[in-house]
């Protein structure tokens, strides 16, 4: 501090002092200039001058005065020698790149010296050399002149540039010798020179294409020096020259039909002319008809003409054809030339197909021979190119008939199928004799009409869907998809769901289909408990007519999910409380408790159910299994262990999520054994003896389990012997009741060979086989044995009773069916198709239908199941005979016996192999495909043949139907009612029309009501040649009956509609009457349909308007239509041919409304143009005869004549044309025709004269002066120029130019626009520089030969105040100390202003807030001095911005910032943020370790900012702090030299000082305060009890010590301090937790209760004292206590007390509970017996078999087969009840009746009536046979 204020006082002494020596300096500054000229060029080191002698300076302290020259130039051109003061060249000098142009150069120096400051200007001049040559800008220019330009004409030069100034610059121009130029040198303003080429004869092109010439430019200097440049002249073409064909006419040969774009003949004219000028181009002149510029074409460039359309030698074998060759060059002329085609004939006319009549679509039914179409060819061509053949490919079913000259019939040879081919395109070909020969081939699609002929298909035979339970209603389950090959509507499908039942309710409530597209959605949410699968039967039908169906099983199966809790079923709680189970004490470890059982309705992983232990008083003693739920003890109970135990025991499924449930127990332990005193070990008591009660619950649970055991062998003796009763005549060997085979029946009564009853039974669930009954409602009551059959398909197909057990194949029954012309099994061995296992392996011959009498009118069908399942696989290994049907030349169909109306539906156009499917029928059975069962006719069968040796029964009852002669193909039966008649429906023969089969008594079959014989489809191919015959037959006949002569008629063209030609069928010799009936037609051959017939009379009349322009001969003289005349039964055909005559309808007209004919001003009189003809469509004398043109007095015409008769006009040019006076011309050119009345047709000629450059442009005037602004804004508009041209197009388009006479300044500083004339300020304009600048504008136009016009502009610059003022910083001190004194000079700054006047003064300022002010030492001179004292610390550096600005309207100013940085000095102490630091250390520290951290901060840079901090030295008990503490110097880190213990040192004082290393050192010191902090580093130590040996402390207590009584007190001590010091007192180990209590604050034990006889007379306490600290320090005593009796009992009185026993031991509660088991099943067997006994009903005439209860049924149901389906939901679940419980249920029809008998064996209960539906699940049917 005491630095700080010296030096400030001697701040204001020195600030006065170094003012008085800058006055001074002041005072001696020169301010003389000094001025040096010197050569430009000098090489390095050249002498200028001595500036130190001519200044005056002492050349030797040149370097201690910092002397140096400070130059504007950006390179340093020159330098001082500072040795010896002379002024040398440092770099070559260029005055071209210094000065440019500027007639004087110089190089401004300001020389600087230092101590004291002084200031001096030299100015050196430099000099210019002749050291540049003149140059052009580019070596060669090209200059392109036309021919015709006129002599004198001129041309500008680039001038040549001179970088030299004065007499060195450009001088003169000189021009090589040549025959036609000369040169014309001007001088500018500026005093520049420029030249320009001078035309002086006229040029040439065809004499010399090109001139080259040289220019030389010489400058003025010395030595002379020049520049060339090569001048070449191109002489450009002038259009002067016209083309010239090389011939007159041209004639060519062409063969018709050429391909277009051939060559025909290739145009040659010449031009002498060149470029545009001599480019020819070629086109068809206006004379050329429309017809040749369709067939030809020229190309416009090389002149080919090639064919462009269809060359015809048929219409013309000669074109003439005229054009013309012009060329690209202004005012061209066109020249004319003929070219003359030949065409050379050939065969070119392809055959044409006419399809007279087409029918299509054709139904897929029709009979081969059916008509398609109806054709006709021609060919115009004629002899062999007009003979024509026509062919079809021979892969379709069609063939063409030629009825007679090229006529044909289309015609169907096979039947067609369109499910095969749904169309045919069939291609005609017709090729005609000629060479080379044409063909043409023509595409008839032909379409095959459906008809429903294909049921639908499933995509699957069946449909298997698993479903989770707890659907959501209305969710889609699946969707089954069929298809039908038909289309349209007999493809269009509809789904639906045929009725049935689903446990008792409809299956509509269960599942919904959507008709269109077969999704099946469930209508409610499934449980799998009480539903796991069902059946339901899809239909798809078509809309056809008549509709087909098909049918589908889909098998839904119900997945489980886990949605049922496990219940609890034992224990149960009792009276509403928890389950309790009592557990002796003394049990060992493993004794099971209790078993916890629990049930889960649901299935598989769902319902394997796990147990746990959830909650227990003492978790460590028992155990739960986890699979079986055992409660087990973990080990043995302890007395400490609680009398009642509460266990609460989780049950939990092995679901997703899982389900539970809770059960709790309360455990009650006794004790069976008393407790022994320890104090009395020795001391044995003898129990007493066991009870005889185990004993008598022995007895008694082996008494009644014999009665038990008796009762059921009793009870299984006397069922056995009921049931053989009844099947006593079948001599059945012991238990053959549950046994259907391997037993012989003995005869039976014929009623019950007359009956079929038929059981099978699939399902799902596994039964044994069981012995049932069926009897019937009639008078003789049968008993039947049945063999339940299960099928691994049972769970997902329909029950199915498969065979009955009792033998009705016998050979007496079979001689009966024999004798009705039955069938049985043992005839099936005679078949023709053993090997045929399914329905399309049977053959099926063509035979006859046979009804026999014992027939009804229902078919029997077979399940789809049985036919592909495993079921039907079954059957064939089991029963092969029985089940492989046979084959005869007559079949046997199945008929079923409750069936009414079903139909049988076959093809005839199917293969044999086609399978059999049944349509609905009116009962609720399902269709579904069928099995024929077949056999040979009786008269075919062997009388006698061998018994099987192990004869099987058969299948199942079914009514044999003999068929001879069934039909292969498909057709409908309908049975008809009272009468033995089918209705067939045949589709072949007939095309869908109904025929009707007549039965016979002999079974023979009549058709009747057929158009057609029924074709045998054994012999289809006979059937089919004869059918080809016949029509072939029918097709000679046809055509010999053909006219074959052509009828010609001749009509005007125009005639009305409806006008009669002739009577046509009067000119054929055709009666009028028929005509309608044999579909008379007129058919039109090529073309449009012109003409019809009228069928009432007979007449030829036109139905449409007939132009005969229209015609396609219409270039002949003649025009024909062809007619084809048709009539049918029998088919004709005439050829009729009408001529069309020619009228005057039709006026000349041109091809073009207005002509544009586009003329030069300068075409000399006499030109010809060429106009366009007229067209008129008529012939003869009615086409064009002659052309009139409208006055003109510059046009006249000249009317011409072609070869073919054919005028045509050309426009003359009588008068020159002036486009300035008359720029357009119209004229009328009419052409009149030759007919009668006159017809005319007129054309506009509109000729536009072309413009020539015949006019100069003029400007609007010749002077032009303007005022421009100095700095005006680059781009600023100065004046726009105007000039005009009285030409067009481009001969007015004029482009604007600088002349030559314009100076390169002026040019640079101005633009002109050439497209406008726009000038504007190219560069900056500087009044200083230059005051007037002179320019002259040319404005030239486009033509081909340029014309121009010139005009002068004067443009005068306005002065402005446009120059900035300018600084230039001549000295700046950077940087300085921040302890400069005041008045410091830091910088000398010069500032200038290029501008004289007020805007020449300048101004100099700096900001105002700096320490900084500036003096002006002499006319704009200024110093920066130091106005304020400086400190770097509060600001280390400064921007000083300089601002200049001058005294102008508007002032400019400028600015310039320079950067002065402070150097730094020490003049600051170092600075602790804290004035006293504190910091706790904890004790037992770590020597070494970091205590904290002081920083001291001072602002100083550099080494005086560097601290080094140390602890000031310090005794504290004769100990050193340096001993104790350490501190980095660098850092100020301060460490621990050794551990503190906070019990002997708390607390330390000391000072650190912080020292920079500044010159001189500033210092500052702290203090700080370290504070050791105590740690639980001690542990408590007890002091009472006192223990004198170890660590156990005995103390005495009195038993008859009352509750609180004081024990003992524990006594601990903790040296540490605070919260470490605090202890609390608790017990580790107590005997008995419920008798001592301790204080946790101040260690008293007392005890909590009395003594008791229980308790132990050496009670131990271990007692721990625990400190509060982190982590807690302890000590422990053991205290052991001795209970002292107040008075000695004698051991008598001990060994008095009873000891109670528990009689309820483990064995004895398992026989109490044994004997209650045996006993309550035995008296629930002898009630069900009882009632069992009670409930058989009363005995009739006959007593049915026992163990069978039975009930009437309501129900109607109609069996539909052997196999019944799952449609009734009601017997469904009755029978799964029923199996379930190990029963089966049967059900039998009464006769002549709607009732039936339900039984259900062995045991059973009554069934209710149920309401009606379709046919059950079980049922048994009776029929008899008569």
Not at 708 to 734: H, M, Q
Request: proline share 6%; net charge negative.
């Amino acid at each position: 501090m005491d630095h700080g204020l010296s030096r400030g006082s001697w701040l204001p002494v020195t600030g006065m002092v170094i003012c008085l020596l800058l006055c001074g300096c002041v005072v001696d500054l020169v301010l003389a200039q000094i001025r040096y000229s010197i050569p430009e060029e000098l090489e390095h080191g050249a002498f200028v001058g001595n500036i130190a002698e001519d200044l005056g300076l002492d050349v030797a302290k040149l370097s201690a005065r910092r002397f140096r020259i400070v130059s504007g130039a950006k390179r340093q051109y020159l330098e001082v020698n500072l040795e010896n003061g002379i002024l040398f060249v440092n770099e070559k000098i260029d005055r071209e790149e210094l000065c440019e142009r500027s007639p004087s150069c110089f190089l401004h120096l300001q020389v600087v010296i230092e101590n004291p400051l002084e200031l001096y200007r030299v100015e050196v001049e430099i000099l210019d050399v002749n050291d540049n040559s003149p140059s052009f800008p580019w070596s060669e220019f090209n200059l392109d002149i036309t021919e015709s330009a006129a002599p004198g004409s001129c041309f500008p030069l680039e001038s040549a540039q001179d970088q030299d100034v004065g007499t060195n610059s450009l001088r003169s121009y000189q021009l090589s010798a040549n025959a036609h130029f000369i040169l014309n040198i001007q001088t500018r303003n500026d005093g520049s020179k420029f030249a320009e080429l001078v035309l002086d004869t006229p040029l040439d092109r065809e004499q010399q294409k090109k001139h080259e010439m040289v220019l030389t430019a010489f400058d003025g200097g010395s030595p002379e020096r020049s520049g060339t440049a090569l001048i070449t002249v191109t002489v450009l073409d002038a259009n002067d020259n016209v083309p010239v064909f090389d011939r007159s006419v041209y004639r060519a040969s062409l063969v018709e039909n050429a391909p277009r774009g051939t060559l025909v003949l290739k145009l040659n004219a010449s031009d002498l002319d060149e470029g545009s000028n001599g480019e020819v181009t070629y086109a068809f002149s206006g004379h050329a008809p429309l017809k040749v510029r369709e067939l030809f074409s020229v190309d416009p460039y090389t002149g080919e003409i090639r064919v462009k359309g269809v060359v015809d030698y048929e219409k013309a074998s000669v074109y003439e054809l005229y054009v013309q060759a012009k060329d690209r060059g202004p005012s061209a002329v066109a020249v004319h030339s003929k070219v003359l085609v030949d065409i050379l004939d050939v065969n070119d006319n392809a055959p044409e197909v006419i399809l007279t009549s087409v029918s299509t679509p054709v139904q897929e039914d029709a009979p081969p021979g059916t008509v398609i179409a109806v054709i006709s060819v021609m060919d115009r061509d004629s002899g062999e190119n007009g003979n024509v053949d026509c062919q079809i490919p021979n892969n379709v079913p069609f063939q063409l008939h030629s009825s007679f000259k090229n006529y044909y019939t289309l015609v169907t040879s096979e039947f067609l199928d369109r499910e095969a081919v749904s169309e045919y395109n069939i291609t005609i070909t017709a090729r005609d004799l000629g060479s080379p020969s044409l063909s043409t081939r023509k595409t008839i699609l032909v379409q095959v009409s459906d008809i429903n002929d294909n049921p639908p298909r499933f995509s699957q035979p069946s449909y298997t869907v698993y479903v989770t339970e707890n659907n959501a209603p209305g969710a889609s389950i699946c969707s089954v998809t069929a298809f039908d090959p038909d289309s349209n509507q007999n493809a269009y499908l509809s789904y639906s769901i045929l009725e049935g039942q689903i446990q008792g309710m409809p299956v509509s409530t269960y599942v919904s289909i959507n008709s269109d597209n077969g999704n099946i959605y469930a209508l409610r949410s499934f449980d799998y408990e009480q539903l796991r699968n069902f059946q339901i039967l899809v239909q798809a039908q078509d809309a056809g007519f008549p509709p087909l169906a098909s049918n589908v099983t889909v098998n839904v199966f119900v997945l489980d999910q886990n949605d049922n809790a496990p219940v609890i079923i034992s224990p149960l709680p009792k009276n509403g409380t928890m389950a309790t189970e009592v557990v002796p004490r003394s049990v060992d470890a493993g004794y099971l408790v209790t078993k916890i059982t629990a049930l889960d309705a649901d299935a598989g992983q769902n319902s394997r159910l796990s147990y746990q232990l959830l909650q227990a008083t003492d978790p460590g003693l028992f155990s739960v299994a986890l699979y079986t739920g055992e409660i087990r003890t973990i080990r043995r109970l302890v007395e400490k262990d609680a009398t009642r135990q509460r266990l609460v025991i989780l049950v939990k499924d092995n679901g997703q999520p899982p389900l539970s449930g809770t059960v709790s127990i309360i455990l009650t332990v006794v004790d069976s054994v008393p407790e022994s005193l320890s104090d009395f070990g020795d001391l044995t008591l003898s129990p007493k003896p066991p009870s005889n009660l185990a004993l008598y619950l022995i007895v008694s649970l082996s008494t009644i389990s014999l009665i038990f055991l008796v009762a059921i062998i009793v009870l299984a003796t006397v069922k056995c012997y009921k049931d053989r009763e009844p099947l006593s005549g079948y001599n059945l060997p012991p238990f053959a009741c549950c046994c259907c085979g391997g037993f012989q029946a003995e005869p039976l009564p014929e009623a019950l060979k007359k009956s079929n009853l038929n059981l099978q039974i699939s399902s799902a669930a596994k039964v044994p086989t069981n012995c049932m009954e069926a009897n019937g409602n009639s008078s003789l009551s049968q008993s039947y044995c049945y063999k339940v059959c299960l099928t691994p398909e049972s769970a997902k197909s329909d029950f199915m009773f498969l065979k009955p057990c009792s033998p009705s194949s016998t050979p007496r029954n079979n001689e009966a069916k024999s004798a009705d012309n039955s069938w049985n099994a043992h005839s099936r061995s005679a078949s023709v198709n053993n090997g045929a296992t399914t329905p399309s392996e049977l053959k099926q011959p063509n035979t006859d239908w046979t009804l026999t009498k014992n027939q009804n009118s229902s078919i029997k069908s077979y399940n789809s199941i049985n036919m592909d399942g495993t079921l039907m696989r079954k059957a064939m290994h089991t029963d092969p005979e029985n089940y492989v049907t046979s084959m005869a030349p007559g079949q046997y169909w199945t008929w079923g016996t409750h069936m009414k109306g079903v139909k049988v539906v076959s093809s005839l156009l199917h293969p044999p192999s086609a399978d059999y499917k049944m349509s609905p029928s009116r009962s609720s059975v399902q269709s579904r495909p069928w099995t024929p069962r077949c056999t040979p006719p009786p008269q075919q069968q062997q009388p006698s043949l061998p018994a099987h040796p192990h004869p099987h029964p058969p299948p199942d009852y079914h009514h044999n139907v003999y068929i001879p002669g069934t039909p292969s193909g498909f057709c409908t039966l309908r049975p008809a009612v009272q009468r033995s008649e089918l209705d067939v429906h045949n589709s072949f023969s007939t095309f869908g029309k109904k025929r009707r089969l007549q039965m016979s008594p002999q079974g023979e079959a009549a058709m009747i009501n057929n158009d057609l014989p029924i074709l045998n489809m054994a012999h289809r191919n006979v059937r089919n040649d004869c059918r080809r015959c016949v029509f072939s037959f029918i097709f000679l006949l046809a055509s010999m009956e053909m006219v074959t002569s052509i009828t010609h008629y001749s009509v005007p063209e125009e005639m009305e509609e409806g006008a009669v030609v002739a009577n046509l069928a009067t000119d054929l010799g055709l009666d009028v009457k028929t005509l309608k009936r044999r579909q008379m037609r007129i058919d039109a051959v090529g073309n449009k349909k012109y003409f019809d017939i009228n069928k009432d009379t007979g007449e030829l009349f036109i139905l449409e308007r007939i132009d005969r322009e229209l015609c396609p001969l219409k270039t002949t003289s003649h025009c024909f239509l062809k007619l084809d005349a048709t009539i049918e039964n029998p088919i004709r055909m005439f050829n009729i041919e009408v001529e069309i005559t020619d009228i005057n309808d039709n006026a000349p007209h041109f091809r073009r409304g207005t002509m544009h004919l586009d003329i030069s001003e300068s075409s000399p009189v006499g030109e010809r143009f060429s106009l366009n003809n007229a067209e008129d469509p008529d012939v003869g004398t009615n086409s064009v005869k002659n052309y009139h043109l409208s006055s003109s007095e510059y046009f006249g015409l000249e009317i011409q004549i072609s070869r073919d008769g054919t005028k045509f006009a050309d426009l003359i040019l009588k008068k020159a044309l002036d486009r300035e006076q008359q720029a357009v011309h119209d004229l009328i050119l009419t052409a009149v025709d030759g007919g009668v009345p006159t017809r005319t047709g007129t054309a506009s000629i509109i000729v536009r004269v072309l413009d020539v450059n015949d006019n100069a442009p003029t400007f609007d005037g010749d002077k032009y002066e303007v005022n421009v602004l100095e700095n005006a804004p680059i781009g600023s508009l100065v004046i726009k120029l105007n000039a005009t041209d009285l030409d067009e197009g481009s001969n007015s388009d004029l482009v604007y130019s600088y002349s030559l006479y314009t100076s390169e300044r002026t040019q640079n500083m101005f633009t002109l626009n050439p497209d406008n004339g726009e000038i504007r300020v190219k560069e900056m304009i500087n009044y200083e520089d230059f005051k007037i600048y002179e320019m002259e504008v040319i404005a030239s136009d486009k033509g081909l030969n340029p014309l121009s016009g010139q005009c002068k502009v004067t443009i005068q610059v306005t002065d402005m105040n446009d120059n900035h003022p300018e600084i230039s910083v001549k000295s700046f001190q950077n940087p300085i100390k921040e302890n400069e004194p005041v008045d410091t000079v830091i910088a000398v700054v010069s500032v200038s202003d290029k501008d004289s006047g007020n805007n020449g003064i300048v101004d100099l300022s700096v900001p105002p807030n700096l320490p900084f002010k500036l003096r002006q030492s002499s006319d704009n001179y200024y110093e920066l001095v130091v106005s304020e004292p400086l400190d770097r610390e509060k600001v280390p550096e400064y921007d000083i911005t300089f601002t200049v600005t001058d005294r102008g309207s508007p002032p400019l100013s400028d600015n310039e910032t320079m950067t002065l940085e402070l150097l730094d000095v020490n003049d600051n102490v170092p600075q602790f943020p804290q004035s006293f630091y504190t910091i706790r250390v904890m004790e037992n520290n770590a020597p070494g370790a970091l205590l904290g951290s002081l920083t001291a901060f001072d602002p100083d840079l550099h080494e005086n900012q560097y601290l080094v901090y140390f602890i000031l030295e310090k005794e504290i008990v004769n100990t050193s702090m340096s001993m104790l503490f350490s501190i980095n110097p660098e850092n100020g880190n301060l460490y621990a030299l050794k551990t503190f213990d906070y019990e002997i040192e708390k607390e330390f004082l000391f000072h650190i000082e912080a020292r920079d290393s500044g010159s001189p050192p500033l210092s500052s010191n702290v203090t700080v305060h370290i504070i050791i902090v105590d740690q639980n580093d001690n542990a408590p130590v007890i002091v009472s009890p006192w223990r004198a040996h170890g660590s156990v402390v005995e103390e005495k207590i009195p038993r008859s010590t009352d509750k609180g009584s004081l024990v003992a007190k524990v006594i601990a001590l903790d040296i540490d301090s605070v919260h470490n010091s605090r202890i609390t007192y608790q017990f580790l180990q107590v005997t008995d937790a419920t008798l001592f209590s301790l204080d946790q604050y101040n260690g008293e034990i007392r005890t909590m209760r009395m003594f008791s006889y229980r308790d132990p007379r050496h009670p131990q306490l271990v007692v721990v004292a625990k400190d509060n600290g982190q982590p807690s320090l302890s000590a422990t005593v053991t205290i052991k206590l001795s209970t002292v009796e107040t008075a000695v009992k004698a051991y008598s009185d001990m060994t008095e007390v009873p000891l109670e026993y528990d009689i309820f031991s483990d064995l004895n509660l398992y026989l109490v509970i044994g004997l209650g088991s045996v006993s309550f099943l035995l008296l629930i067997t002898i009630l069900v017996t009882i009632v069992l006994k009670c409930q058989k009903p009363k005995s009739s005439s006959k007593a049915p078999p026992p163990c069978r209860n039975s009930v009437l049924s309501e129900r109607n149901s109609t069996i539909a087969d052997s196999t019944l389906v799952s449609n009734d939901a009601y017997w469904y679940s009755m029978f799964l009840a029923e199996t379930r419980k190990g029963k089966l249920v049967v059900r039998q029809p009464l006769p002549k009746g709607s009732r039936y008998i339900v039984s259900s064996l062995p045991r059973g209960t009554g069934v209710s009536d149920t309401s009606d539906s379709a046919a059950s699940t079980l049922q048994v049917g009776v029929n008899t046979i008569t």
